[in-house]
């Protein structure tokens, strides 16, 4: 059984950080790349961070480039975005993914807070 599960989300002032993580289960990780995405209230699910299997290839969505960095450890079978100068509309559940060309799989997501 393939588990996706986040932590690290939680309530933080503006321009302050949060590390999320995400570790995977059940799936030969260093197969899939591993992407990050969120979900404002009332909006479209967005990609934010997505890397590459092996870890090589890195992209951003423009609205966090230079603000967030995602990384993984292959070995640990983990996924980490390291969030900096948060704003209040980084505000959102996130949510991890597991994406293959054939599957996809989501974490249940963790709920990101930037408010004073």
């Known amino acids: 059984q393939v588990q996706l599960v986040e932590s690290g989300g939680g309530l933080v002032q503006p321009g302050g950080s949060l590390r999320l993580s995400c570790a995977a289960s059940g799936l030969a990780f260093g197969w899939y790349d591993m992407r990050w995405y969120r979900q404002a209230p009332g909006k479209e699910r967005e990609l934010v961070a997505g890397i590459s299997s092996t870890g090589d290839s890195t992209n951003y969505a423009d609205s966090v480039l230079g603000r967030f960095t995602i990384s993984r450890d292959n070995a640990l079978k983990t996924v980490v975005l390291q969030m900096h100068s948060l704003k209040p509309e980084d505000t959102a559940v996130y949510y991890c993914?597991?994406?293959?060309?054939?599957?996809?799989?989501w974490g249940q997501g963790t709920q990101v807070i930037v408010s004073s």
């Open positions: 993914n597991a994406h293959s060309r054939v599957l996809d799989y």
